[in-house]
């Protein structure tokens, strides 16, 4: 059985950081995409960072402030928030995927398998 457990949000000032952790476990696909997305109230779901054979993707909005990565040996998911801004507040959910990823699927959320229940991070002006 996949296990996805999200820990380390939280509460900062404006240009503040936090680091999100990400304990997948369960799943034994050599091929598997790794990714964090988030949901702000009354919106949808959005693709955040993402980590598939050994290429990274960004949104946009998060690009030269955020970086995502992985500790193999821990099986454990990162996201370094750097900068971080009020429009970052949101619920952040880490997700597998039991294949890799291609460049247009790597932040759709539709194409993953395995969520975790999500963490909360507040940014405030």
């Known amino acids: 059985q996949v296990q996805v457990v999200e820990s380390g949000g939280g509460a900062v000032q404006t240009g503040g950081s936090l680091r999100l952790s990400c304990a997948a476990s369960?799943?034994?696909?050599?091929?598997?995409?790794l990714g964090w997305f988030r949901q702000a109230p009354g919106k949808e779901r959005e693709g955040v960072a993402a980590i598939s054979n050994g290429y990274t993707r960004y949104a946009d909005s998060v690009k030269g402030r955020f970086t995502v990565s992985k500790e193999y040996a821990k099986n454990t998911l990162y996201l370094q928030m750097n900068s971080l801004k009020p429009e970052d507040t949101a619920v952040y959910y880490c997700?597998?995927?039991?294949?890799?990823?291609?460049?247009?699927?790597?932040?759709?959320?539709?194409?993953?398998?395995?969520w975790g229940q999500g963490i909360q991070v507040t940014v405030s002006s």
């Open positions: 997700a597998v995927r039991g294949n890799l990823c291609t460049t247009t699927t790597v932040l759709d959320r539709r194409f993953f398998d395995y």
């Open positions: 369960g799943y034994t696909y050599s091929r598997h995409c």
